[in-house]
């Protein structure tokens, strides 16, 4: 079969290898559409996750169930399903610990295009299948369904990591399409006034859109800045990291109240240390807390967040700006995705 790989840190091209095989518990699958990820661009080109040969990519999309193993009871051949980018082992100690994105150790739940090959492939493996997929519902075509592997999921989780309450005003550092799914995220959970930082139009408008009231640029002077002459100098209950680098945690904390909390979804592809502001800190007693967490895979997530999308509160469909017909536009998109030119959100390929 053949797929598209990183070959080394730099270097990306088509490649064959032999079908993947399935275990007892597993499902293959042959992909319908496939997104591209900005953690695609750091895992090629930053060398984020360190050095991989001949590695199909991408960790983002949907597919058709051709094969199941024996002991798989809800999935068949033919079946059109969600594929999380994050598929845990759901009997692993980690997942009953509560923590199946670490399933066999830190972050290891995540496995397409870091442990084993991902799926930007003619087929591709998925572990412990019953756990981890879903059905595409009634209702959600195959370009929206891709949002649902990440975009969806780490958006949200970003708010559930900053643990937003109603009537917070809640900052969202970065609004790529995991920022936006914050944006959508923080409004649906009762956030009084969000603060949107970035500055591509097509996202700003998207975000205004998504429920966001205000919004700056980091290109026009520090976040922090901004932020408190927006907030009469008191600063925000909740922040949200989904775009910056190792840099971005200065101003959240310098932009958070005391009591406050930060989730973080970025990918720090880069830096060896993050810097935590002493004095903004609290010296150490502020309560400003920071979480940083991978999205939870699994059906049920998978099968709620869906039903936001077919129950009409949650249109995805604007993530979606660049859509491509066809296997070989696999490389143009990942492209895109590193170009980020100003039209961008979102690329997909429908196979
Ligand atoms: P994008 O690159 O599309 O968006 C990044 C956003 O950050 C843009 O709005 C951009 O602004 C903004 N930005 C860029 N530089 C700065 C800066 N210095 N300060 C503040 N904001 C800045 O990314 P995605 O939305 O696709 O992904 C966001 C991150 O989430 C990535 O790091 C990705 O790897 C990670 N991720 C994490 C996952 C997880 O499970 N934890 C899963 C998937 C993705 P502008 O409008 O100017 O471009
Ligand atoms: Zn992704």
Redesign the pocket.
Same mark, same amino acid.
Request: hydrophobic share 40%; charged share 20%; aromatic share 6%.
């Given at each position: 079969m053949k797929g598209y790989a990183m070959l080394k840190i730099g270097e990306v091209g088509w490649i064959e290898k032999d079908c993947p095989v399935c275990g007892p518990m597993d499902a293959i699958c042959k992909p319908l559409a496939l997104a591209i990820?900005?953690?695609d !661009? #750091?895992t090629v080109w930053e060398g984020a996750i360190g050095e991989r040969h001949n590695m199909i990519l991408g960790h983002e999309g949907c597919a058709e169930v051709v094969e199941v193993g024996s002991l798989v009871k809800d999935f068949k051949p033919g079946d059109r399903v969600l594929v999380p980018?994050?598929t845990p082992d759901w009997n692993s100690l980690e997942a009953q610990g509560g923590y199946p994105m670490h399933s066999g150790g830190m972050l290891a739940g995540?496995k397409f295009s870091n442990f084993k090959d991902g799926v930007f492939s003619e087929y591709f493996h998925v572990n412990d299948a019953d756990g981890n997929l879903a059905l595409i519902p009634e209702g959600i075509n195959t370009v929206d369904a891709c949002m649902l592997s990440? @975009?969806v999921?780490?958006g949200f #989780? %970003?708010v559930e990591l900053a643990d937003v309450q109603f009537g917070d005003i809640v900052l969202v550092?970065? /609004?790529?399409? *995991?920022? &936006?799914m914050a944006v959508a995220g923080a409004n649906m959970r009762g956030a009084s006034r969000i603060i949107a *930082? %970035?500055?591509?139009p097509v996202? !700003?408008a998207a975000a205004k859109k998504y429920g966001a009231t205000d919004f700056i640029? =980091?290109?026009k002077g520090p /976040?922090e800045e901004q932020v408190l002459e927006l907030t009469g100098g008191k600063g925000v209950d909740r922040v949200v990291i989904?775009? %910056?680098?190792v840099?971005?945690f200065e101003?959240a904390v310098k932009s958070l109240k005391p009591g406050g909390k930060i989730g973080n *979804?970025? =990918?720090? %592809?880069s830096g060896t240390y993050i810097n935590i502001p002493r004095v903004e800190w609290g010296v150490g007693m502020g309560h400003k807390q920071i979480n940083g967490?991978? @999205?939870p895979g699994g059906r049920l997530r998978m099968e709620k967040l869906a039903r936001l999308i077919t129950s009409g509160k949650l249109d995805v469909a604007p993530l979606s700006t660049h859509v491509f017909e066809g296997w070989e536009h696999l490389p143009e998109a990942l492209q895109l @995705?590193k170009d980020?030119p100003a039209e &961008? /959100?979102?690329p997909v390929v429908k196979i």
């Amino acid at each position: 079969m053949k797929g598209y790989a990183m070959l080394k840190i730099g270097e990306v091209g088509w490649i064959e290898k032999d079908c993947p095989v399935c275990g007892p518990m597993d499902a293959i699958c042959k992909p319908l559409a496939l997104a591209i990820c900005t953690s695609d !661009v #750091h895992t090629v080109w930053e060398g984020a996750i360190g050095e991989r040969h001949n590695m199909i990519l991408g960790h983002e999309g949907c597919a058709e169930v051709v094969e199941v193993g024996s002991l798989v009871k809800d999935f068949k051949p033919g079946d059109r399903v969600l594929v999380p980018a994050i598929t845990p082992d759901w009997n692993s100690l980690e997942a009953q610990g509560g923590y199946p994105m670490h399933s066999g150790g830190m972050l290891a739940g995540w496995k397409f295009s870091n442990f084993k090959d991902g799926v930007f492939s003619e087929y591709f493996h998925v572990n412990d299948a019953d756990g981890n997929l879903a059905l595409i519902p009634e209702g959600i075509n195959t370009v929206d369904a891709c949002m649902l592997s990440d @975009m969806v999921p780490t958006g949200f #989780h %970003g708010v559930e990591l900053a643990d937003v309450q109603f009537g917070d005003i809640v900052l969202v550092i970065g /609004i790529g399409p *995991v920022g &936006l799914m914050a944006v959508a995220g923080a409004n649906m959970r009762g956030a009084s006034r969000i603060i949107a *930082v %970035g500055t591509r139009p097509v996202c !700003v408008a998207a975000a205004k859109k998504y429920g966001a009231t205000d919004f700056i640029s =980091y290109k026009k002077g520090p /976040i922090e800045e901004q932020v408190l002459e927006l907030t009469g100098g008191k600063g925000v209950d909740r922040v949200v990291i989904a775009g %910056g680098s190792v840099e971005s945690f200065e101003p959240a904390v310098k932009s958070l109240k005391p009591g406050g909390k930060i989730g973080n *979804v970025n =990918y720090l %592809g880069s830096g060896t240390y993050i810097n935590i502001p002493r004095v903004e800190w609290g010296v150490g007693m502020g309560h400003k807390q920071i979480n940083g967490g991978l @999205m939870p895979g699994g059906r049920l997530r998978m099968e709620k967040l869906a039903r936001l999308i077919t129950s009409g509160k949650l249109d995805v469909a604007p993530l979606s700006t660049h859509v491509f017909e066809g296997w070989e536009h696999l490389p143009e998109a990942l492209q895109l @995705m590193k170009d980020k030119p100003a039209e &961008l /959100i979102k690329p997909v390929v429908k196979i």
